[in-house]
């Protein structure tokens, strides 16, 4: 059997033979890869000319439910891909992390697009910029989808997720993707890319797989494309510093090495819960995907007077770890995902010996469950004291990326900072420690040199996702030796895909560009209270003037006897005049939010359905007792529910007084029916 690449819009099988993949459990032949023959600088130009441009041609909207479909058919096929699975040396558990992971992770990234997103093809970056006295001339940040490809290397150890979490940002912000995995595991990625083709949802052109080397990929990239790696960095170092990627500036995203810290703090003795959850977390860190997680714990920092306690109960724990055949019932630990992956992590582990004594992982007396050594590529939990946290360089510089980890003591809480700041910047830490202050000292000496922490005490334990879970809403990457990149975190991985470009021009020009109404800009007087009118058919910039009305002091007295606000600034005139920023009686905010209402709302049944909101409220200018205000309502964002029947419209309202000076200003968000509604049934 040989893997194909799916380039140009068909499946191509390589034109050698190319490297054989196997069984990481019994090392039976699976598939050959090869990308050979393939024409890289097509698939490129194929991804620009074909998939860009239809997914440029749809709002954010509209992307985030195709992912959200794509979602829903990947789920379709979970039964196949575990099985599948198995041969990469996953257990069942550590398949859900690749699989249903990656799959959440696209659900995450559809939900992200349709909340957080406007339903238009650009997204405004901030507010308007003033460039002038009297408001013509305005300025704006705006992100627009890069023009090109985004070609995705991944590794072995997650070939769904590792995927699926480049692929889902990339296709929210409209740009296609050149998704090169890792050969020892590619056979998975494969599969998952032939149920994605097969179901037709993603524009053709917009995803493209290469199953193989990357051929002369690289020399044909060009500005508008960019590169997202995952793997080691001294893979990163040669490709960063590609003629052209260099010449055109190419962005290059690099997720690398990492040796993750764990600290136990002083206050987590033994017999405290923290203590315990440490324990289970590096034990569980040690073993989960046999330790092939480039955000698993490498150094598990503990206070020396604790050391001992932690060495036995990490003992204990591993004790009870089965090794084997992840198909065999009882496994936990699979083997590592090839017999190469086996002799280099055995190589690194000599490399650690020399600074560190062994106390758990003798291969001399090691034998898998329903597997053959020889065959499999097994290595059991391997467990090392540091003899000289100090004076030790290997345990600092040098990642075995298996079942491995080191227990380094440590003095005082400022030589566990520095201790985990000497491997050179990390994807993560973690903190377990029941003292908050003592954690947040922590945060803000590690935070310089990592791109997570997490901080563990009993009360957060229950519903913590873990040291090494990478999780869509927050970033994935670190600095340093970790490659300086990032992933994920929301909208912010979304942004990596795209340009941001400063406009200057008219309001009314950023206004057509954005699809939001700038205050500046024309507004139109419709003909009849915008509230009447449904939301296809309301037009940015629709807008309502109320009559004014005067503010009185029983207006006041009213409005705190109902709500019970009887703040001496709007109730006593004698302490409100030693207010500096009042200087008398004033109304309360609130009071004029409602009074403002009582001006703009039209009280009949029609399209706007409901108000679930306000936005960026500001008091401005306080109102006393005798001053009149009035409201314009303009409709300033549209954005469509359309599986709900109606759509989310953003007023933005503004109060101003008899003088014409801004005392409040704010958004309405409120639901509008897509539809004229009936008039009432008599």
């Not at 310089?448 to 990457?477: D, M, Q």
């Not at 409100?576 to 009071?591: Q, W």
Request: proline letters at 5%; glycine letters at 10%.
């Amino acid at each position: 059997m040989k893997l194909q690449s799916y380039v140009s819009g068909r499946w191509q099988e390589g034109a050698d033979a190319g490297v054989a993949l196997t069984d990481a459990s019994t090392g039976e032949f699976i598939a050959e890869a090869s990308s050979a023959g393939i024409d890289f600088a097509g698939v490129l130009s194929y991804a620009r000319t074909r998939g860009g441009p239809a997914l440029r041609s749809m709002s954010f909207h509209e992307r985030a439910a195709l992912l959200k479909a794509l979602a829903k058919r990947l789920l379709d096929s979970r039964d196949e891909f575990y099985a599948l699975s198995y041969r990469t040396g996953a257990t069942k558990d550590d398949s859900w992390i690749d699989i249903d992971g990656g799959i959440g992770t696209v659900f995450a990234f559809a939900s992200k697009g349709n909340r957080d997103l406007a339903n238009s093809p650009v997204l405004l970056d901030g507010g308007v910029e003033g460039l002038s006295k009297s408001g013509t001339f305005v300025g704006q940040h705006i992100y627009v989808p890069r023009e090109g490809a985004a070609v995705h290397i991944n590794a072995f150890n997650f070939p769904v997720w590792g995927m699926l979490e480049k692929l889902a940002p990339a296709i929210l912000a409209g740009v296609p993707a050149v998704v090169k995995p890792a050969t020892t595991t590619a056979y998975l990625t494969e599969l998952v890319v032939r149920r994605i083709i097969e179901s037709g949802l993603l524009p053709e052109g917009s995803l493209q797989l290469l199953c193989g080397g990357v051929g002369d990929l690289f020399a044909h990239l060009n500005c508008q494309d960019l590169v997202s790696f995952t793997g080691s960095a001294d893979t990163a170092a040669k490709l960063r510093v590609h003629p052209a990627v260099i010449r055109h500036a190419v962005p290059f995203v690099a997720e690398t090495d990492s040796l993750n810290s764990s600290i136990l703090a002083a206050d987590a003795a033994p017999g405290t819960m923290e203590f315990d959850l440490f324990i289970r977390e590096v034990a569980r860190e040690m073993t989960v995907k046999a330790g092939q997680k480039c955000t698993a714990i490498r150094k598990a920092l503990v206070p020396a007077a604790f050391a001992d306690e932690v060495l036995a109960a990490l003992e204990a724990a591993l004790g009870k770890v089965v090794v084997g055949d992840p198909r065999s019932e009882g496994v936990r630990m699979g083997p590592l995902v090839s017999l190469a992956q086996r002799d280099d992590v055995l190589t690194r582990i000599a490399q650690l010996r020399r600074e560190t004594d062994l106390i758990v992982g003798r291969m001399d007396a090691f034998e898998p469950k329903c597997a053959d050594a020889r065959r499999g590529a097994f290595i059991p939990p391997t467990l090392l004291r540091c003899r000289e946290p100090h004076a030790a360089r290997a345990v600092h510089e040098v990642e075995a990326f298996g079942p491995v980890a080191t227990v380094v003591p440590y003095r005082d809480t400022a030589d566990a900072i520095a201790l985990a700041r000497l491997s050179g910047g990390s994807l993560a830490a973690s903190v377990f420690c029941a003292d908050d202050a003592l954690a947040a000292h922590y945060v803000r000496g590690l935070a310089p040199y990592h791109g997570r922490i997490l901080v563990v005490n009993a009360r957060c334990a229950k519903e913590s996702t873990g040291h090494g879970s990478p999780l869509a809403p927050l970033v994935h990457g670190g600095p340093g030796r970790a490659g300086g990149g990032e992933e994920l975190g929301g909208i912010r991985g979304v942004l990596h895909y795209m340009q941001r470009t400063a406009v200057q021009g008219t309001p009314d020009s950023i206004t057509a560009l954005g699809g939001r109404w700038v205050r500046g800009s024309r507004t139109r007087d419709p003909g009849r209270h915008p509230f009447r009118i449904a939301f296809h058919d309301l037009q940015l910039g629709d807008t309502f003037n109320s009559v004014e009305r005067e503010v009185t002091t029983l207006d006041i007295e009213r409005f705190a006897a109902l709500s019970g606000d009887n703040f001496y600034a709007h109730m006593s005139d004698t302490e409100a005049a030693r207010n500096p920023l009042f200087g008398g009686r004033v109304a309360h905010g609130y009071f004029l939010i409602s009074a403002a209402a009582g001006l703009f709302v039209d009280p009949d049944y029609g399209p706007v359905l409901g108000n679930y909101g306000l936005n960026e409220l500001r008091f401005v200018k306080p109102v006393k007792p005798g001053d009149r205000i009035k409201v314009r309502l303009t409709c300033a964002v549209k954005s469509l529910r359309a599986e709900k029947g109606w759509g989310e419209v953003a007023w933005d309202t503004e109060i101003t007084n008899q003088n014409g000076e801004t005392v409040a200003s704010y958004d309405v968000l409120t639901m509008v029916s897509v539809h004229e509604l009936p008039d009432r049934p008599s």
